[in-house]
């Protein structure tokens, strides 16, 4: 068989199989919570009762019992941009914070705005490319980033900007701030609702004070197997914060992370959601946590502004 096939299929996004952007009443429910008995019929009988119908469900837990239960819920909801809010904030307070889920619902129409980072070879990326022009991905490209020059031409004729930022081992980490600026543009690539330390008004000046330090750091490790959903180290005390905390005759503190809820929460998914109840750390809700991991790379710096 000669051809590519790909343009015709149809699939749970793409009802007609025509390789258009999906209809604007397709939405996506991504949902994630410790596993218990129940779940996939709440979440059924919440999209049932608003008027949807599920047309593609996945799901998975990592043990039989006692493990995270994660699932992937493709439904159509005529109307659904106009109700998407409405339908958001009463599946929060319905079935999100009676079952301890987090979630995030939107909307498949949508296309996701990208940028793709590419290296020599030349395949994968214009595969990208040709078959986002033909509507089979449900994306904007921004821009090609490359740290070769050689594929600037082939990119041309895409109508996509291609920029070219060299990297070495001795400029990498200025090569990655380069590309983060440039991919941060002039707005914010996500914004997400965070918690803080306990007292989160002013700079961490020592430890205990439930403080969360203000400044310019970077992120410089990971512990995918923390007491939290996955966290990742904020290079607090710099000198500064060392030498203020010894006038106080105090020590600075450390250990300040960026990660999820508790793995064993003490609190109701309410106090987590609402109060600042870290110990000065940077608190997200797993599904964004999940999403900032996957995002930001190691060493990149963080402004942490009051």
């Not at 599920?54 to 992937?72: P, Y």
């Not at 203000?214 to 990971?222: F, H, S, V």
Request: charged share 25%.
């Amino acid at each position: 068989m000669s051809g590519d096939t790909r343009a015709g299929l149809a699939t749970a996004e793409h009802p007609r199989g025509d390789g258009e952007l999906p209809v604007a009443d397709v939405g996506r429910l991504l949902l994630r919570c410790a596993d218990r008995p129940g779940l996939v019929a709440a979440v059924s009988t919440f999209l049932a009762g608003a008027g949807a119908n599920i047309v593609s469900l996945d799901q998975h837990a990592t043990r039989r019992s006692g493990g995270i239960f994660m699932q992937r819920t493709i439904f159509h909801l005529p109307g659904l941009a106009a109700a998407r809010e409405e339908l958001q904030r009463e599946f929060a307070e319905k079935v999100a914070e009676p079952h301890g889920i987090d979630f995030r619902l939107t909307e498949a129409a949508k296309p996701k705005r990208v940028a793709i980072l590419a290296s020599r070879e030349d395949h994968c990326l214009l595969d990208l490319l040709w078959r986002n022009r033909r509507g089979e991905l449900e994306m904007s490209v921004a821009m090609v980033i490359g740290n070769h020059p050689e594929l600037a031409e082939q990119v041309r004729p895409f109508g996509v900007p291609f920029i070219h930022i060299p990297s070495t081992k001795n400029i990498r980490e200025q090569s990655e701030d380069r590309q983060l600026e440039l991919l941060r543009g002039n707005a914010p690539l996500r914004e997400y609702r965070i918690a803080l330390g306990g007292d989160p008004v002013g700079h961490k000046l020592f430890e205990g004070d439930s403080r969360t330090p203000e400044g310019l750091y970077r992120l410089t490790a990971r512990n995918p197997r923390s007491e939290f959903f996955l966290s990742m180290h904020v290079s607090y005390p710099n000198g500064a914060d060392s030498a203020r905390a010894r006038k106080l005759g105090r020590r600075p503190g450390g250990m300040i992370m960026v990660h999820g809820q508790p793995n064993i929460p003490s609190r109701s998914p309410r106090h987590y959601e609402t109060q600042d109840w870290t110990d000065g750390c940077i608190a997200l809700s797993n599904a964004d946590m999940m999403e900032f991991w996957l995002l930001v790379p190691d060493n990149t710096p963080i402004d942490i502004r009051p």
